[in-house]
């Protein structure tokens, strides 16, 4: 296998009472992220959770704290999006960061049954909120103009075709999709979106993880040769913690085990198993990842629980201890 890129997911956690320090605290992990070596840092667009809820606007001040970095939003549900005002926000990101953006998207809409009647007017149950609605930030994207060839929109002290402003020409090639079926990563490689694949997959080939999940890929690849595709996994070594954070780390994997030993639901969903050990088995284990062998892109998952000390001491022993185990060689 040959790693070629590093990253790392962060869920973005605050306090309830406090979210100013969780958002620091984010924002601080990207630079310590950048420091470190990291090819990218993505972060999770949450909605009525202690999360970041907007992940443009958190990207917009990342964007003026780092300089290198790559910065993605993993995944924006596209439910809740108005596509035109979604493009316009991502473009000025991309702007600001000087071409780093990395727009990820998804389908659903988590709880819509609080959430659906507040973001939208109308009857949405019958509106696209799936595909059809990313297709149409894809279109905004694009920079095409509004109207007819002769159309003009005048403003103060200029008169100019109509089109998204501003306009970032290359984000289009740098839009993702999160996808976890076969459908989906049939619709990213048809429609030139790159793949996310994370810790979640639909077991419809394979009651093993790595296996459905290479299938995924696999049938993109079919589709799309040239698209990227990045794997996640969550990833905790425990080399730099002491031993109290050892024990909570390893108390944390137990909690989650059971979840990876038989699909769920009617989707047949499969988890992937955490990696939490010493960074020279975490090695070995994604060595042997068919998965991840597929995929020249790694993103690392922060687990949502743990606080920025933690976060640091993860992706520091990760960045040095189990990355050069991956690195082509």
């Given at each position: 296998m040959a790693v070629e890129s590093l990253s790392f997911l962060s869920p973005g956690n605050y306090p309830d009472d406090d979210p100013y320090s969780g958002l620091e605290d984010t924002l601080g992990l990207f630079e310590f992220g950048?420091?470190?070596?990291?090819?990218?840092?993505?972060?999770?667009?949450?909605h009525l959770e202690h999360g970041v809820s907007s992940a443009a606007?958190?990207?917009?001040?990342?964007?003026?704290?780092?300089?290198?970095?790559?910065?993605?939003?993993?995944?924006?549900?596209i439910g809740y999006e108005n596509p035109f005002r979604l493009a316009e926000d991502?473009?000025?990101?991309?702007?600001l960061a000087r071409g780093r953006l990395q727009a990820g998207f998804s389908t659903g809409m988590p709880h819509a049954d609080l959430l659906g009647d507040v973001v939208h007017d109308g009857d949405w149950r019958a509106y696209d909120l799936g595909y059809g609605r990313v297709a149409r930030v894809l279109d905004h994207l694009r920079g095409d103009y509004l109207g007819g060839?002769?159309?003009?929109?005048?403003?103060?002290?200029?008169?100019?075709?109509?089109?998204?402003?501003?306009?970032?020409?290359?984000?289009l090639d740098r839009v993702w999709y999160g996808g976890t079926s076969l459908r989906s990563v049939r619709w990213a490689a048809e429609h030139g979106l790159n793949l996310l694949t994370g810790n979640i997959v639909a077991g419809e080939t394979s009651d093993d993880f790595a296996t459905a999940q290479l299938a995924l890929i696999e049938e993109y690849r079919r589709l799309r040769p040239a698209g990227r595709v990045a794997v996640g996994?969550?990833?905790?070594?425990?080399?730099?913690?002491?031993?109290?954070?050892?024990?909570?780390y390893l108390a944390y994997a137990a909690s989650r085990h059971e979840r990876?030993?038989?699909?769920?639901?009617?989707?047949?969903?499969?988890?992937?198993p955490d990696l939490v050990a010493p960074a020279a088995e975490i090695a070995e284990r994604l060595r042997?990842?068919?998965?991840?062998?597929?995929?020249?892109e790694l993103r690392l998952e922060l687990p949502y629980e743990f606080d920025r000390a933690d976060y640091e001491q993860i992706l520091?022993?990760?960045?040095?201890?189990?990355?050069?185990?991956?690195?082509?060689?």
């Open positions: 950048e420091r470190e070596g990291y090819d990218g840092a993505w972060i999770r667009q949450r606007v958190f990207l917009a001040a990342a964007s003026q704290r780092t300089e290198r970095i790559r910065l993605g939003t993993a995944v924006i549900p991502l473009s000025t990101v991309d702007v060839p002769d159309t003009r929109i005048q403003s103060p002290g200029n008169v100019q075709r109509p089109r998204l402003q501003p306009y970032s020409p290359g984000l996994r969550v990833v905790v070594p425990l080399d730099g913690a002491d031993a109290a954070t050892r024990r909570r990876t030993l038989k699909p769920h639901g009617e989707r047949r969903l499969l988890f992937a042997a990842d068919k998965a991840v062998a597929a995929a020249p520091h022993d990760a960045r040095h201890a189990v990355a050069p185990a991956l690195a082509p060689a």
